[in-house]
């Protein structure tokens, strides 16, 4: 033991501590840091709210419509489901419920994102409840609450 002490202090000291049945210093980080996150995690999953309503009560009337692809470019159900989102956006652009639309292009396959900010939280769920419905059996066709407009 005395030889391995001379050679290695490092390593000794790490085996004098495992020995005694210490905990190793990243042990107890990692220990930490699972407590913290589970903590964290809890504390959010407790209050029952959902992302989509987090998302509202921040006052964002903003959110995406997606049309995706698996590697052999959008498929035309999606399309389809894409151009006729189009027409209640654009309808209640026209009403002054939306405030921007932005269509861009996002994969080289076709895939595009299309933002919307509504004027108010409420404009943005009634769209969304509409668009929600036009997209539930359609594949890579989503719609999902989030900030997408630079200002």
Same mark, same amino acid.
């Given at each position: 033991?005395?030889?391995?002490? @001379?050679? /290695?202090?490092?390593?000794?000291?790490?085996?004098?501590?495992?020995?005694?049945?210490?905990?190793?210093?990243?042990?107890?980080?990692? /220990?930490?840091?699972?407590?913290?996150?589970?903590?964290?995690? /809890?504390?959010?999953?407790?209050?029952?709210?959902?992302?989509?309503?987090?998302?509202?009560?921040?006052?964002?009337?903003?959110? @995406?419509?997606?049309?995706?692809?698996?590697?052999?470019?959008?498929?035309?159900?999606?399309?389809?489901?894409?151009?006729?989102?189009?027409?209640?956006?654009?309808?209640?652009?026209?009403?002054?419920?939306?405030?921007?639309?932005?269509?861009?292009?996002?994969?080289?396959?076709?895939?595009?994102?299309?933002?919307?900010?509504?004027?108010?939280?409420?404009?943005?769920? @009634?769209?969304?409840?509409?668009?929600?419905?036009? @997209?539930?059996?359609?594949?890579?066709?989503?719609?999902?609450?989030?900030?997408?407009?630079?200002?």
């Amino acid at each position: 033991m005395r030889d391995m002490d @001379a050679r /290695s202090p490092k390593y000794a000291a790490r085996e004098r501590n495992a020995a005694k049945g210490g905990l190793r210093p990243l042990s107890i980080v990692l /220990s930490l840091g699972i407590l913290a996150l589970t903590a964290l995690s /809890s504390s959010g999953e407790a209050s029952g709210v959902k992302s989509e309503t987090r998302a509202a009560e921040k006052s964002s009337a903003e959110f @995406a419509v997606y049309a995706l692809s698996r590697g052999k470019g959008v498929p035309e159900p999606t399309r389809g489901a894409l151009r006729k989102a189009h027409t209640p956006l654009e309808g209640a652009q026209q009403r002054g419920e939306v405030i921007r639309l932005k269509e861009t292009r996002i994969g080289l396959e076709g895939e595009t994102r299309l933002c919307v900010e509504a004027k108010d939280v409420a404009a943005a769920r @009634a769209l969304l409840l509409e668009l929600r419905a036009m @997209a539930e059996k359609v594949e890579l066709f989503n719609v999902v609450v989030e900030p997408c407009l630079k200002k």
